[in-house]
């Protein structure tokens, strides 16, 4: 499965963007699929998850602000990104969760989206 994340861009603080996660394959048989980002000289991590039966987990820095979806009939995921911060400014990534462990492990995660660029003006 290739994974290819668009909607990226530059926006000020306090709009918003969606994130979309396309897959050359069916999406419906992987149990988990996520968002990460990774800011510069950070390390990578995770935004939010959403299983198949719709089960969603957030960082606690995005609570309330962004909200993840699947479309497993258009094999798509998605992130709905609203009042963005400059904090917010990384490459976000989509995943697919193939293997067994936590959803912070990056090890659990087998495909990976080429990133899309978020950049958030103060």
């Known amino acids: 499965v290739q994974l290819q994340a668009s909607g990226g861009g530059l926006v000020q603080t306090g709009g918003s963007l969606r994130l979309s996660c396309a897959a050359s394959?069916?999406?419906?048989?992987?149990?988990?699929m996520s968002w990460y980002r990774q800011a510069p000289g950070k390390e990578r991590e995770l935004v939010a998850s959403?299983?198949?039966?719709?089960?969603?987990t957030y960082a606690d820095s995005v609570k309330g602000r962004f909200t993840i979806s699947r479309d497993n009939a258009n094999n798509s995921v998605y992130l709905q990104m609203n009042n963005l911060k400059p904090e917010d400014t990384a490459v976000y990534y989509c995943?697919?969760?193939?293997?067994?462990?936590?959803?912070?492990?990056?090890?659990?995660?087998?495909?990976w989206g080429q990133g899309t660029q978020v950049t958030v003006s103060s």
């Open positions: 394959g069916s999406i419906s048989s992987i149990p988990t």
């Open positions: 959403i299983t198949n039966d719709g089960t969603t």
């Open positions: 995943a697919a969760k193939i293997y067994g462990g936590s959803y912070y492990s990056i090890d659990a995660y087998g495909y």
